[in-house]
């Protein structure tokens, strides 16, 4: 959407608008050396205290959500987006697009790289898998309804990558 960056209309105020749009979110699982596993996502109000480190994670997430959405490649019915790591610049590009989608890859892949490292480090962990969450807003109407703001079927996700300890 360049006519948004063009008119300095992708700002985050859009969180404060009196349309808000969808938040995102980064899942994770880590498998642990000793046998288990460790889920979690970011930002989480009851880990992520205080007030600044929660809107820390949450800028972090939508950064993650930034960079790799238009370099992903998007899911259909049957088939999963591929993880960033093995995503292929698409054919169509011209030089200079491919140029930019291969340093908008690249930075993409070493913030989920630098996420997963630090997951792994954390946790003592033997692999790291990663997830971009987008938390859909639900209609009004919906709301009336029952529906509650963090009903299950208001998340949609997409791999951003598996990191096992010898890659990071």
């Known amino acids: 959407m360049p006519y948004l960056r063009a ?34 996502r970011f930002p989480d109000p009851e880990e992520d205290w205080p007030r600044l480190l929660y809107h820390r994670m949450f800028m972090i997430s939508e950064t993650v959500f930034n ?46 790289t630098s996420i997963a490292r630090r997951l792994m480090i954390k946790n003592d962990g033997s692999r790291v898998r990663l997830f971009v969450q987008t938390h859909e807003i639900p209609f009004p109407v919906d709301v009336l309804n029952g529906q509650k703001l963090d009903a299950p079927e208001l998340y949609l996700e997409r791999l951003l990558g598996e990191f096992s300890r010898g890659q990071l």
């Open 7 to 40: 008119g300095y209309l992708n700002h985050g105020y859009r969180f404060f608008a009196p349309n808000p749009g969808q938040s995102h979110l980064v899942r994770y699982e880590v498998d642990l050396k000793s046998g288990g596993q460790v889920d979690g």
């Open 67 to 112: 960079l790799s959405e238009p370099v992903s490649e998007p899911s259909t019915p049957g088939r999963p987006a591929a993880p960033l790591l093995r995503l292929e610049p698409p054919s169509a590009l011209t030089k200079s697009e491919r140029k930019e989608f291969e340093k908008q890859l690249a930075t993409a892949n070493e913030l989920a």
